[in-house]
């Protein structure tokens, strides 16, 4: 249904299919599938206009979580529509020729509507600090000699009163969005800073902009004459494509580098809310925390899966796995292809952590090396998400690409008890494995320049909504934590990944 209220809603103007481009079959290998994602990984260092809107539109989309699993953002847009409130906000979008959603989605996302917000030291519906009220005209300071010293004090603080602080966000927007002559540029620099944004720039233009000293004309003027926005400067660099710019945004705090992008999606949540109360309300709730003791959702992932999803997709035990298998046939669990030199995959059996440890574990309780192949499958759609990572991997790579390995797959229920007892990253309320929704790729033995290329490459693919990943470095276990994300769209593209991958080998 969410997915749907994108589309229906027309917020996000086009149909995930679009991002698909066929692809020539071939027998040469490597593996190569008959579609993939376009956009993604090694595209990045060309996209095309329609190729970028598209990232946009879903990078804003993935913003959707980021906001919404914090609570206070829940009844936000009620508190922006009340009438007094969203009265102000048109009427200073309109004094400065903003579009009012656009101020109202800043508001959402600075105090999510509450007039009275305090963080730090910023207040107010429009969350402006001391330094920041002094710049807009809502602080006034005088020097007072108090107890024998001279020191500044605040005589007048109009931060928590909307009617002066709405319209003084508007203002501080239409100056700033003049500065670089459009508005994505501005949106992205409220938080991320004047001069951070010019050194974005200067690394993806080549081109040395100075803070203090390149003419605020002559900044405006390099965006227009390289047709530069926002997005393209976020997306247009890869860990291998302009490298240095691909770091100075990762070392970014998340929320000020895709400050823009949550923009964009606070707008779309408050569309949402003006269309149908009821579909944002079941975003709210598909946000809300699944499990016994959580406050908030951590990752993505966890909004995939409740425990109602545990009981329905566990596998209880080895004799219920070795029953999904369905003797080869159509079973709900199959076969993961091992064959490293054609898909870049190589299946761990043995040394550190090899898959289905415990059987090959003299110590443990499960060990019967007899049934370790048990644990070398999952469902299609894990398995050719899989797949497909290591086909992206291999095409951003180029020649230096490495095998890369795996050591988990799907498990049954009772494997991932024991399992727990000596790892506590298995002892969790979300066992994605032994559901056989997840695969983890071990950092042992894999270059750190290939960590890198995984690293971006599992981003890029999470920003497109298509995987939740998570590190895990706790009790010895080294490794990415990948779960393909259930929404049908994206279940069928990776279950074709495997029929491609069955098919090639044939």
Known sequence: ??????????????????????????????????????????????????????????????????IMKHRQYWDAPKRIFETRLWDIIQSAAKAQGLDPMRLAARIFLESAGDCNARSSDAVGCAQFTISGGIDAGLV?????????????????????????????????IKRQTDVYGRPDFEIAEYHMGYGNMLKAVSLSTGVHLDPKRTPITAVRQLIADRSLSYPLVYFGNTNR?????????????DSSRSYYFRVEAASQLLAIYRHSKKDYQEIVQANQPKFDGQSELSKR???????????????????????????????????????????????????MSPIGELTVNPKSRLYNPANQHWYMGSEPATLGCLLYVGFELRRL?????????????????????????????????????????????????????????????????????????????????????????????????FENIYKDAKAFMR
Not at 37 to 42: D, F, L, P, S, Y
Not at 241 to 253: A, G
């Open 1 to 66: 249904m969410l997915r749907r209220i994108v589309l229906v809603a027309l917020l996000v103007g086009f149909a995930m299919p679009s991002l698909m481009v066929a692809q020539k079959p071939t027998l040469a290998r490597p593996f190569v599938p008959s579609q993939r994602i376009i956009g993604v990984g090694k595209d990045r260092e060309s996209l095309t206009a329609d190729q970028l809107k598209n990232r946009t539109e879903l990078m804003a989309r993935a913003q959707w979580f980021n």
């Open 241 to 253: 494509y302009k490298p240095e710019l691909y770091r100075f945004l990762k070392n970014l705090d």
């Open 397 to 493: 790579e180029g020649a230096s690409f490495g095998v890369v390995e795996t050591n988990s797959l799907g498990r049954d229920l009772v494997y991932q008890r024991v399992l727990g007892g000596s790892n506590p990253l298995a002892g969790t309320q979300l066992p994605t494995h032994g559901m056989q929704k997840a695969f983890d790729l071990p950092r042992k033995n894999m270059a750190a320049s290939q960590q890198s290329d995984l690293v971006f490459l599992l981003d890029d693919l999470e920003s497109l909504g298509l995987l939740s990943w998570i590190p895990e470095g706790a009790a010895g276990q080294f490794a990415y934590h990948v779960v393909p994300d259930p929404w049908e769209w994206n279940r069928k593209f």
């Open 301 to 351: 992932m966890w909004s995939f899966y409740g425990p109602s999803d545990v009981a329905k997709y566990g596998v209880p035990d080895l004799a219920a796995l070795i029953q999904a298998w369905g003797n080869g046939r159509n079973g709900r669990v199959v076969a993961m292809p091992n064959l490293p030199d054609v898909f870049g995959i190589r299946i761990r059996t043995s040394g």
């Open 140 to 172: 006034k300071t005088e020097r007072k000699r108090v107890r024998g010293r001279w020191v500044r004090v605040v005589t007048r603080d109009d931060r928590l009163n909307p009617t002066l602080a709405i319209p003084a966000m508007a203002r501080r």
